[in-house]
């Protein structure tokens, strides 16, 4: 395994395994390096994450199905698990083990992407933080809850779909309510955390590694986060919100008109169709939140690529943000957004347009 390092062999090796859904190659590759004197940080951090993050990606294109990446990524799990069990096993706790400092780890409310959250919680107690994970998908009332029984000093919020934004808004404000600061992650908070800070997040990470040495350099946390979020965005979400029902079944009949194929006929392609509709409202939705275009355009430019991946007509996005607007003309803020992406597909096509 050459040593402390992780060398390009073993990270080819490791995504053979998740190509294979070789549960059991993969630990012992990733097991191996830790007993060569790699460290279990680095083989989580530089071996698994980047691994995980490429099947996403080989979703995303089309190349591998949707069966696949729940394959590749029960293996990656898995592999989290015995990582960490044989760093405890072959190393000494750090001196004052637990001592750091009291962190509680949740992913958003409507988040399932737990990955990142349970990387995260293992490399906080390799760096000798007293660590409790809830999982995925978590509700305010669960964080006040845990809250008010544990104490924590820190509560680490993972997010990794940006249409959960004004979701983890209320268990920032849970959080902030009950006193406890906030470090925020994951790529759903946007470029440098942008969308974490103004949702009133004490602090972001770009990774568990920054997290870990956010928290060691800055500890103890304080409150220093204030939301951003106005009451004029606020009530446009709402609105947004009360209209989804109508609004989704709206677009249904317009894909039907301007792109057949994506709806389909079998349960399954209706369902796949109008989970794309869904994520399209809850995107523009979170954009008009955090009053940031963004949240939409990096969604269009997602989908754009996914469609042309699986031979779908992107034009249909067009169509959509089109549709969208002409029911939407008595919300200002939803327009300028829908706006902004139709300033975004149409400079795609002519290839001028910003990339988002």
Not at 185 to 202: C, H, I, K, M, R
Not at 264 to 283: A, H, I, K, V
Request: glycine share 10%; aromatic share 6%; net charge negative.
């Amino acid at each position: 395994m050459n040593g402390t390092r992780i060398t390009e062999a073993a990270r080819a090796g490791f995504d053979a395994c998740l190509a294979a859904a070789d549960e059991d190659a993969a630990i012992d590759l990733a097991v191996g390096l830790v007993a060569s004197g790699v460290s279990a940080e680095d083989v989580l951090l530089r071996l698994v994450a980047p691994a995980q993050l490429k099947v996403g990606e080989l979703w995303a294109s089309g190349e591998w199905t949707v069966a696949q990446e729940h394959a590749a990524t029960h293996v990656s799990s898995r592999t989290v698990d015995e990582v960490a069990s044989a760093a405890r096993a072959t190393a000494r706790p750090p001196a004052g083990s637990g001592a750091q400092g009291r962190v509680l780890v949740a992913c958003s409310d409507g988040e399932w992407h737990v990955l990142p959250a349970r990387i995260l919680t293992e490399v906080l107690r390799l760096r000798g933080f007293d660590v409790r994970s809830l999982g995925g998908s978590v509700p305010p009332d669960g964080i006040l809850s845990d809250v008010h029984r544990n104490g924590p000093d820190v509560v680490a919020l993972s997010c990794t779909l940006p249409w959960n934004l004004p979701l983890a808004y209320r268990q920032i404000e849970t959080c902030r309510w009950a006193g406890v600061p906030v470090i925020a992650g994951g790529s759903g908070f946007g470029p440098a955390g942008a969308w974490a800070y103004a949702l009133g997040a004490d602090l972001y990470a770009a990774d568990a590694r920054d997290a870990a040495e956010a928290l060691l350099h800055r500890w103890p946390p304080v409150l220093r986060g204030e939301s951003s979020v106005g009451a004029d965005a606020v009530e446009a979400y709402a609105m947004l919100v009360r209209q989804r029902p109508a609004l989704l079944e709206y677009l249904a009949s317009a894909l039907r008109d301007v792109c057949p194929g994506l709806g389909g006929s079998s349960g399954t392609e209706q369902e796949e169709g109008t989970g794309f509709l869904g994520r399209l409202l809850d995107s523009l939705a979170a954009a008009v939140f955090v009053d940031d275009e963004r949240v939409f355009t990096r969604h269009l430019a997602f989908v754009r690529t996914y469609l042309a991946a699986r031979s779908a007509d992107s034009r249909c996005l067009l169509a959509m943000t089109d549709a969208l607007a002409g029911r939407l003309n008595e919300s200002p803020r939803a327009l300028d957004k829908l706006s902004a992406g139709r300033r975004f597909l149409t400079g795609q096509e002519d290839g001028s347009g910003s990339r988002g």
